[in-house]
């Protein structure tokens, strides 16, 4: 029989989507603010890899991705998550995100990467996802082997394009430097049966 441990710390990433440049800055203040200083950020890319979110965000996307200093219990995320979604909602509600006459002026999608891949939450169940309590669902995206990203048949095409690799092993690389190992569970009291 296996031991139990409690789950080693993993780093908290946001990948950020959105027309406008000043909402990322917006985005960032305010996320700070939830869970700590921000560590690293990527440059903003374009978002070019699909049209899925054109009709309820805009033309012309651009992504950022930010990573966060303090590292987090993995078992967070789900709750993590509705804390991006009610920013996304006060964001598309301010006059910055009205301004924009979309839907959704900002798209928030929280995740952490481990030493072994990327896991990003979402509000969606489907078959390679697994339900993490809270109404959230995740999967991991991503898997690094073999000293590289790879993504798997259900990887998103931005995601397995390649083109987050050098800011996500940047956050593996600091995830490294920073995090110690969680400490093993003492057995409980054994039981005759």
Not at 100 to 109: A, E
Request: with cysteine.
């Amino acid at each position: 029989m296996g031991q139990t441990k409690e789950p080693d710390s993993v780093a908290l990433i946001v990948g950020m989507l959105s027309m406008r440049l000043d909402l990322f800055d917006l985005a960032a203040e305010r996320m700070q603010a939830l869970w700590g200083p921000i560590a690293l950020q990527s440059d903003v890319m374009p978002f070019d890899a699909t049209d899925y979110y054109t009709r309820q965000m805009g033309p012309a996307l651009r992504r950022k991705f930010v990573a966060f200093a303090r590292l987090i219990d993995p078992g967070q995320l789900a709750a993590i998550k509705h804390q991006s979604n009610a920013l996304e909602d006060r964001i598309a509600r301010c006059a910055a995100g009205r301004a924009l006459g979309v839907d959704r002026p900002i798209n928030l999608d929280p995740g952490y990467v481990e030493p072994s891949k990327l896991v990003l939450a979402t509000t969606k169940n489907y078959s390679h996802r697994i339900y993490i309590g809270k109404s959230m669902y995740a999967e991991s995206t991503l898997r690094y082997h073999q000293g590289r990203w790879q993504g798997w048949p259900y990887t998103y095409p931005d995601y397995a394009g390649g083109a987050y690799d050098d800011f996500l092993t940047r956050v593996r690389d600091f995830l490294m430097q920073h995090r110690a190992p969680a400490p093993t569970t003492p057995a409980g009291p054994t039981t005759d049966f």
